[in-house]
């Protein structure tokens, strides 16, 4: 549908350049009137020689412009008086009269030695060459129109064949593990699609659910905009991959509190600023893995050493290492709720929901330039991802990590609230003025005067109590303190 | 413990971040391609309008599929009407800038 539009749009294009050229041919009318001036010297011979011979001598002086004019002029004239009087047409025939041409003859002769001079070519303004050549910058600008339009063909089309490639080499792991692969939300009840479903030209996602610990899998191949010509150029100044990302939703009691990553140093320095949990649950920077075998192009974030020790077994160990190139970061966390949010002062009252979550990042081999068979080199990759939710499941902290992990999350939820305190003490001021406010109204509304003197009383009375209450309270703290 | 006995679960969230914080690109091309296409209109500028239509490409291409095709239409017809009119207005053809 998209495709039918544009192609209907472009035709517009060279159909309105046609419309636009008509119209230089209307100036021609004009420049007769002046060819009947020219010929007013012989009116007094005759009138018919305002026909005149149709040969014309064409000076060199004049431009090349004027005389093709002045020849289009001289066909529409002989074809008006072809029209009048056929008196007009007698005197054609007519043989020349040497007399008539008196002052006529001379021009020949200056003609002639006009023509000894240098010819000079007097260059005609663009507008007014009739050729193509002189829309050159048209030409250009749709040339320019219809490479874009070319590279977002071939590049949907590459777009597509790897997400299909991704899936086809993975639909066998994925079918295995998970009952419902394949899901776009518009079927009331949860059928496996077995499809992509496709939300961009460079973005397709795939929700999997239906295996124990986990409450669901959303897989999102983020491709290149190998559609978008501008985007294609500025890769070739900075490259980049198409990544696969993986976001595993953990049921609540299948996965115990911690929080950590592991990735590429610049991922990870980038994550611990951006998202919310790991800037506050794991302050250090990020430690090199070498401890644990790990190459050195990855790092650890952690919450605690123990988590570190525990997720960090042979088996992960070898998939980290041997994938190392495929992998932009590893995410486990409890207390996920997306990237910090940037809010004012006045808005954060609540903490962010948060979600047990495993987030797994790819990058694609080929950097940019992939192809349908390097889909299969992820292939084990998704087989870590599935080895992590079970392990996510069966590792628990011992006691001193839960005590810890525990301290950890009630002081960053007290350290939200210290903050947000200042800010809810003046919601409740506010919400306390707004009631007295109001009250006041009523008051002031009230049109019996007895029922207003009533309120009033009764609103001061109430006054008069809060003040006490506060006044006890005061008393009650300093003699306690002492 | 491959084969779950648990029942299927639902849809999904539907990648609810707010795609807007994504990627913007679709969006200011929408709107620099209906400033330029304003420009080309009333100042009678060539170039202007050329830059309207190629706005309006490189926001279709970036769009998301949830946007609504009316607004890409009626920026694209803006701009080809744009170009339209600057070349019935003035049929020479455009100068380049040096």
């Known amino acids: 549908m998209k495709k039918l539009y544009i192609f209907i749009a472009v035709l517009f294009i060279p159909w309105s350049f046609s419309l636009a050229k008509y119209d230089e041919f209307e100036d021609g009318d004009d420049i007769m009137e002046y060819d009947d001036n020219d010929f007013a010297e012989f009116e007094d011979v005759s009138e018919d020689t305002v026909t005149e011979s149709p040969q014309r001598i064409i000076t060199t002086e004049d431009d090349e412009e004027e005389a093709t004019v002045e020849l289009e002029g001289q066909d529409e004239n002989q074809e008006d008086f072809d029209d009048t009087d056929t008196q007009e047409g007698d005197t054609e025939s007519e043989p020349y009269d040497d007399e008539e041409f008196e002052g006529y003859e001379e021009k020949p002769d200056a003609s002639h030695s006009k023509s000894k001079d240098p010819i000079t070519i007097v260059n005609v303004p663009a507008h007014l060459q009739n050729s193509w050549e002189s829309y050159y910058m048209e030409i250009l600008m749709v040339t320019g129109l219809l490479a874009y339009i070319m590279n977002y063909i071939i590049g949907k089309n590459k777009n597509n064949r790897l997400a299909h490639a991704w899936f086809n080499t993975h639909r066998e792991l994925l079918e295995s593990n998970f009952a419902l692969v394949g899901d776009d939300g518009t079927n009331k009840e949860a059928t496996s699609t077995g499809k992509l479903n496709q939300e961009n030209e460079h973005i397709y996602n795939l929700w999997c659910s239906g295996r ?167 292939l084990p990759l998704m087989s870590m991802v599935i080895y992590s939710i079970d392990k996510a499941k069966k590792f628990r902290l011992n006691r001193e990590g839960k005590q ?71 008393k009650q703290i300093k003699v306690k303190a002492m | 413990l491959t084969e779950p006995p648990s029942p299927g679960r639902y849809k999904p969230p539907a990648t609810e971040t707010n795609p807007a914080l994504e990627d913007p690109t679709p969006d200011y091309m929408n709107l620099l391609g209906m400033v330029f296409s304003m420009c080309g209109l009333m100042l009678k500028l060539k170039w202007c309008a050329w830059i309207a239509v190629y706005c309006s490409f490189i926001s279709f291409a970036n769009s998301r599929s949830s946007e609504d095709t009316k607004q890409m239409m009626s920026s694209f017809m803006l701009s080809i009407s744009a170009v339209v009119m600057s070349y019935l207005q003035n049929p020479q053809p455009m100068s380049p800038p040096w």
């Not at chain 1, 974030?301 to 123990?306: A, D, Q, T």
């Open chain 1, 212 to 378: 124990v610990c986990c409450e669901g899998m959303l897989i999102q191949l983020k491709f290149l905009k190998r559609q978008d010509l501008l985007n294609v150029l500025a890769r070739m100044m900075r490259p980049a991959s198409d990544q696969v990302q993986i976001k595993v939703t953990m049921n609540d009691e299948d996965m115990d509190t911690y929080v950590f990553a592991v990735g590429t140093r610049k991922a990870l320095v980038r994550l611990q600023k951006e998202m919310q949990d790991l800037s506050e649950f794991c302050s250090d920077k990020p430690k090199s893995g070498a401890k644990y075998g790990l190459p050195d192009s990855l790092a650890i974030l952690s919450e605690m050493g123990e988590v570190t020790e525990g997720m960090m077994d042979a088996k992960m160990i070898h998939f980290l290492t041997h994938y190392a190139d495929k992998i932009e970061s590893v995410q486990f966390s409890d207390q996920f709720s997306g990237p910090k949010l940037m809010q004012e002062e006045g808005q954060l009252t609540k903490l962010p929901e948060t979600k047990k979550t495993l987030l797994f990042t790819f990058n694609v081999p080929g950097s940019g330039n992939t192809s349908p068979k390097d889909m299969e080199s992820l």
């Open chain 1, 404 to 474: 810890k992990a525990d301290k950890n999350r009630a002081r960053v939820e007290e350290n939200f609230l210290k903050l947000t305190h200042v800010q809810r003490q003046e919601a409740a001021q506010s919400r306390r003025e707004e009631k007295k406010r109001a009250e006041k109204e009523r008051i002031m509304n009230e049109e019996d005067p007895e029922k207003q003197r009533r309120l009033e009383e009764a609103a001061l009375r109430r006054e008069q109590k809060k003040l006490e209450k506060k006044q006890m309270k005061m």
